[in-house]
């Protein structure tokens, strides 16, 4: 197997076998910027997907249906997850198995406050006297969101970040399990096994009446999402160049390190997690808003595994690598909807076999790369 | 809050508590063992558990077992089923540590290649079951038919209670004794302490690797036919909420640790009975999440803390 | 939104669907959807349904050789998750004309807006929430009694049947399960003593049978299904407990006693469907040669439900907007029971019969009509 390491460091193996990202990297940079542009409109075209010998990548299961986009507009939620995920897996390396609970939090935090039918916006009308059509407005539930997600971040991360990896692995997994039966059990305020129906979008709630994000139509939504996900993508990349994000490769790479420099492991862990727990909060945000309607069981731990899962097979740390992977766990199975039943059983042996062949990953980051060579070296003889 | 409940019936409760959490210790000491040495998450050591419990149903469907068979019978088929699960939940954790985990740890793959790994592991099984056995409870027949043996004012302590709870302490010390007291015990130390410096003294590394995902096999396996003759149904993904639950306990009593395992066993199931009880049955896994937090906030490495090897050497 | 609708034309007809295709090149029939859990832990509950709306439209199409509708089916696992994209698909697929389904309550209510917008008829057989009717919602129509019905029946039956002086009452903690029990309490009064909240994918019942001991009842009445209610039960056997059991239809399942074993003899489940001899014209008997077995629960309900779309279609009903207004005006005698809509889409209450079933030797033995004082 060849190595991006070995590339930089010796011309002669350069000539002969160079990845296509390192082609990639020594084009000029007006090149580089027409090649995204174009990535980026080809991104924007794919819910019209048309082109002759591409079309057996729609996933519509009926002639005349057209689900094309609403799967589109899932891959897109769970590569803005991944993308969340991966600044608390990725770049600060910390083992998140509850991270459901976030997506939760910012998907209830919309229902809660933007739908009529939910008892705390009920309960907000009877207090102040206001009428029954009252409800929060959506863009101030996206600030609600936001927020809540980040508190409930840090609740969670304030006492479980001094644990070591594996014991915050569990606590986080058992985190996840306590939103979802908490709101499950709670009738009063969270609507309880029930649900919540008539979650309100960018045009307010859900109606036949509303003319770009309806019910039927999943194109203006992907394209939200889209946009979304490649604002964040923007904002993290500033994030990891930052100083921030070198505290957090300095506090990945060696703790005990990171602190005698002067880096405060707590402090940046805490960011971390706070952050990548706002992504989660707005992918469950705009999940819930195209729904329409929630209810506990869409959020259950297997969906936590998956998400970790998405962030492990694209390659851990690397952005393209964590949106590929995501797109590829949302979007295969239901390109293979045919597989019924067996899905998952195909889906677990998948993620088997991507983890036997390439263990760092599909898309592995450059820099993890080389760790995972470095560790390979290690190994002694005979085992 | 049901309190008149709690301490009306205290002794019942703490009863039904350990016989809960004896299950949960034993399928814990898996758990425990490959950590303490591998430093693993063997996330797929739940559905270890769960082919167990189906070898042991297959076991009694072919013998032709019916309900409350006579005492030769009865032993007959409890024996049948130990062997049955044993060998299939050892067979499986093997297998598992042959196919993925070996070759894993020659590529030197970094600990979450490891853990996604055993996830699609677990997948994979559960979902082969799933569709072989489909999604809905299977029944058991009764073999032992509960009886009360020992009724001490309000409590009473059932004979299948006594069974699991005495099977689990005795094979808690059997495996203490194996890891403390035998040289394959003495090896399992070693490769917990050093991995490199025990394969220099000559310890077959490999080996013992093996060893420990087979007793920890039927430790599960062992576990399966006393959850069988308990509870007498099984499903496809009875191992989810179990092994979460054994995994909790072995972090709870300090993972890596094997009286830990049995410790943390044993107080989450009393744990989750009194929480039950005090609210009802659907808060006992939040309850248990709790006290492994608060636990976990002033003692980091659990009630007994992490050794495998260590102190006792 | 005029850019993208530029883009969507330069796209070619990929997406725009064509809706003047098939559908209208017949004078008569057209295409419907199915969809529930056909697949997952409570598919037995819903095949039989299935079935039963197959051999409506094979009997059909066999009686009309100029007029034939096509029926397809969805698998939705019984998850809303996986119900909404279907509800999208065939929203947009301009030749589905009605639709059958849902199943269950929660894929239901997830999918009742898109049905809604796209003007779609929806027809349950087997939705039983009382909230689905509730909410004013135009496409919805179920051809069987709701749970206010039922928690009813299920109230006289403990009453008068079993005599219960002091009822326990456990609830998985589901959408249905929760609704059912809501309504058997209110009912019931002073006489339900305690209650427990189960969860599911439970596995040990032991906190749970200890308040049932300690309450001193003498009949339990779960709500939920299967998967938790079959163990349950085997353990409160086995642990002495002698109090009667009842439950609801979602334990009308063959799954149930056969999980349950021994320990399901003598337990009564109810049901606001109908006993297949019960069930009008040739139906059991043609489901029997069909499928050699009898139909199960809702199965002359599944039949029932495409059989007033397919009477639509006969009439010369083609478009979605004439069948909506053909169901919601129905008024025929069907197979389960005389089929007429209230304007909330729930079907007559009078001619809603509440069944109870007794289990004997592993088998639902249809035991009377529950009748409704009120």
Redesign the interface.
Known sequence: MTTDSKVERDPKVERKRVSIGDRWRALPKWQRWLGFAAFVAFLYYLPLLGIPGLTWLRTDYIANGNNWAGVLFTCAVYVLIALGLNVVIGLAGLLDLGYVGFYAVGAYSVALFGSRQSPVVQAIQDKFGLSQEWAMLWAVCIIIALVLAMISGVLLGWPTLRLRGDYLAIVTLGFGEIIQRVVRNSVSWSGGPAGIAAIPGPEGAPSADNKVFGLLDAKPWYWLALSVVLLIVFLVRRLENSRVGRAWLAVREDEDAAAVMGVYPFKFKLWAFAIGAALGGLSGLLFASRAGFIEPNQFNAQLSILFVAMVVVGGAGNMAGVAVGAFLLAYLPERFRDFAEWRFLVFGLALVIVMLIRPQGLFPSRRRARELQDRREEVPAGV | MNFDELFGHLGQHTVDGLAKGSIYALVALGYTLVYGVLKLINFAHSEVFMVGTFAVLGTWTVMGATNNPGIGMMLVFLAAGLVAGAVASGATAVAVERIAYKRLRTMNAPPLAFLITAIGLSLVLSEAFGVWQGRLVKGMPTIVPQEVVFQIGNTAITNTQLITVVAAILMMIGLDVFINRTRYGRGVRAVAQNPDTAALMGVNKDRVIMLIFLLGGLLAGAAALLYSVRYGNTRFNVGFILGLKAFTAAVLGGIGNLRGALVGGLVLGVIEVYAATLTSSNWEDVAAFVVLVVVLLFRPTGLLGESLGRARA | ?GL?AA??A???C??S???D?DAAAADCGGKIAIFGAF??????LVIPSLNGAKMAVKQFNAANANCKVTM?EF?TQG???QA???A????????FLAVIGGHFS?ES??TM??Y???GLVMVSPSATAT?LTA?GNKSFHRVVGNDGTQAAAAVEYIKNVQKGQKVFLIDD???YG??IIDGVKKGLGATAVA?????T????????I??IK?SGADTIAYGGY??EA??LL??AR???VKAKFIGFDGLY?P?FP?????AANDAIVTCPCLPADKAGGTFSKDYQAEYGQAPGSYGAEGYDGATVLLDGFKAGKKTRADLLAWVDAYDKQGVSKYIKFDPSGDVDKSKVAIWSYKITGGKFEPEQEIKLTS
């Open positions: 939104m993208a883009m969507l330069a796209a070619g990929q997406d669907g064509n809706s295709g697949t997952g832990p409570n598919a037995g397809q698998d998850n809303a998750d909404t994209p279907i999208n698909q065939v929203a947009q697929d301009q030749s929660g209510k997830a807006p898109i809604e917008a796209a909230e909410a903690g589901q959408t929760v609704g209650s427990d909240k189960v969860q994918d439970q596995t040990n019942f032991d906190a749970t200890s308040k300690s299967t998967n079959a163990p085997k353990q086995a642990a002495g399942d799954g056969s999980g349950a074993g021994d």
